[in-house]
């Protein structure tokens, strides 16, 4: 059962789930009006797993070779989320092109975190990139996914400056820092209904819609 006055998420992480823990301990905290309803990841072992079921959420593994095509192996994990409850999908490490089957299911109800200052350095090894790249500030973005990887509408970004004799995992762990605040900060905006998207822009309402989400 929903509870109400919160949202229900659903998580999907391939990796070790700092964010997924980060988010987790904000709702547990009370400091997001949200629930993790169920946590799904295409890597059996993934440490995220784990973490969720520490915190007695539902751990439920996809895995790809399973299906045929992206498109079976999205509704296969829209038949989870829908299961749950789910009415927010956050991606957190999740390392997969999301495809137009779970973009329908899902219409701007799915976010994702990036450790870039996007437009700059989507795609793989983000802080690597922005490291050769030799930029003085990085950075961390939160935005709502759409068909092109890590290019969706803007809802929130930090700054993080880079520091000589960083290295991809030194900066890779400042930035993960930032992750982990903005993140849980983007989803209480979402569950509060204060985000309206025109366009690329997104724009932070100071008043609350009842049923939360994206106006
Ligand atoms: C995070 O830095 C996240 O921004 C990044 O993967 C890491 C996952 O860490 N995501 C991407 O690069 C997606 N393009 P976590 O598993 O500890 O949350």
Known sequence: MKQVGKINIGVLASG?????????????????????????????????????????IPAVFVERNMFSSRREFEGAITAVLNEHGVELVC???FMRIIGKALLDAFPNRIINIHPALLPSFPGLHAQKQALEHGVKIAGCTV???????????????AAVEVKEGDTPDTLAD?????????YPEAIQLFAHGRLRIEGRRVYITNHESRNGGFE
């Open 16 to 56: 070790s789930g700092t964010n997924l823990q980060a988010i987790i301990d904000a709702a547990e905290a009370g400091r997001i009006d949200a629930e993790v309803r169920v946590v799904i990841s295409d890597v059996a072992k993934a440490y995220a797993l784990a973490r969720a079921r520490k915190a007695g």
């Open 174 to 182: 400042r930035i993960l820092r930032e992750e982990h605040r903005i």
């Open 91 to 93: 991606l957190a490490g």
């Open 143 to 157: 935005h709502v996914v759409d068909v092109e990887t890590d290019h969706g509408p803007i809802i929130s970004q």
